[in-house]
Structures are given as structure tokens and as C-alpha cells.
Nanobody, 120 residues
């Protein structure tokens, strides 16, 4: 079955950096775009970044453009999110995501999330 397992979260001061990683299994990783989302307390889940299947294309939310970098390793089946110049408002649970075709239509798959807290 499809599994997405995030890691790398933690507590960091404003201006600091963290690197999140997501290990994927149960599908042909190299064939699909991967996404990172985040959900802050009492807020809607929001999209953060996308990377295409062969990493030729990346896209970022305006709020993280220039500070976050998404990357992938199609041998290790991992997708990372390098987060620099972190701000208080980056605090959230970060989720790895993939959209896969199923017999009943496209389906979103999510990991369990990893907590990022930016605090002075």
C-alpha cells in the first residue's frame, strides 16, 4: 500500500533552517509529481511546493518562494523540503502528498505529518 513517512521536523529559532524528508513506498515514485503541504493550528491546510516527476519543474507558494527548496531522489524514493530563513508563521505540521490514479478516480495520499515550530 501507499506509504508516505515524513521526518525532520523540530523546533528552530526565527532565521534558522530545517530539512524535511518524506520517504515514499507502494507506488512507482519516479512517475509522479510530489507535493508538500502544511497546516498551522486552527488554519486550513495549504499547499507549499510541488516538484515534477523528474524534477524538471518546481513551484512554490508565494509565502515560501526564495526560502524553501523542494528536491527529490528517484533512486531513494524520497522528497525533501529545505527550509531556510524560517519565520514564526512557518510553524505548522508539514505533510508530504501525492495524487495517484485509482479505479474510482484520482486520490490524494498523505503522510502522518511532521511538526515544525519556529519560536524565539
Amino acid at each position: 500500500q501507499v506509504q508516505l513517512v515524513e521526518s525532520g521536523g523540530g523546533v528552530v529559532q526565527p532565521g534558522g533552517s530545517l530539512r524535511l524528508s518524506c520517504a515514499a513506498s507502494g507506488f512507482t515514485f519516479r512517475n509522479y509529481a510530489m507535493m508538500w503541504y502544511r497546516q498551522a493550528s486552527e488554519k486550513e491546510r495549504e499547499w507549499v511546493a510541488t516538484i515534477s516527476s523528474v524534477a524538471a519543474y518546481t513551484n512554490y507558494a508565494d509565502s515560501v518562494e526564495g526560502r524553501f527548496t523542494i528536491s527529490r531522489d528517484n533512486v531513494q524514493n524520497t522528497v525533501d523540503l529545505q527550509m531556510n530563513s524560517l519565520k514564526l508563521e512557518d510553524s505548522a505540521v508539514y505533510y508530504c502528498n501525492v495524487h495517484l490514479p485509482t479505479a474510482s478516480g484520482p486520490k490524494h495520499y498523505w503522510g502522518q505529518g511532521t511538526h515544525v515550530t519556529v519560536s524565539s
